[in-house]
């Protein structure tokens, strides 16, 4: 399973892409407002800023929603480095512009999805990444993990090529349950990576493994 980190914080995508495990980027138009990124000139900017920090693939959403505007708008986002993504949301001229990106080369992840009809079409339509929000199902008292599940199903049964990019992950269980129910990406804010690092066994063996050496070596 590949890492992504959801962020537009760059100090976050140093310290993950510093583990060693970084596989790519996500970002949406509320976490760059989140870093004060506004204005379409600042906006590409700090998307090459990230893809200089990366080697892996960088998401950069169009926030045109006809499918004139988000060809437009993407093919330029596809110019400004050759590992950017265009993050499409999935409407009906979301769809047509995956086809159209499909059509030319250009990588897509196709957002804001909820349920496997959605998932099918964009696999269907050639998303390199379709993005199921786990989270925000969570948030509605369905079961995200569920999503993963039926779209890893769908897609092996199919053949479809679409990576499943699980976003909207909250924490390092939905890591976890991600990765056993098929997804091929995890996006993450660093709060979730870092968990995964965290148990109170190793904390308590680390503490008995040094005041051991301690004693043997006062
Ligand atoms: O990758 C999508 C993500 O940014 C949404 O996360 O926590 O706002 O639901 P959240």
Redesign the pocket.
Known sequence: MKFFI?TANLKEIQEAHALGILDGV???P??MAKEGITGASNIEAHYVRICDIVDGDVSAEVNATDYAGMVKEGTHLASLANNIVVKVPMTKDGVKAISHFTDHGISTNC?LVFSAAQAILAAKAGATYV?P?I??ID?TNWDGMELIKEMAEIYAIQGFEAQI?A????NSRHIVEAAKNGADVC?C?LSAILGMLKHPLTDIGLAQFLADYKKGNA
Do not use: V
């Open positions: 959801d996500t970002t949406n509320s976490l957002t993005s929000f989270g925000r948030d990019l976003a909207s992950i909250r996006t804010p």
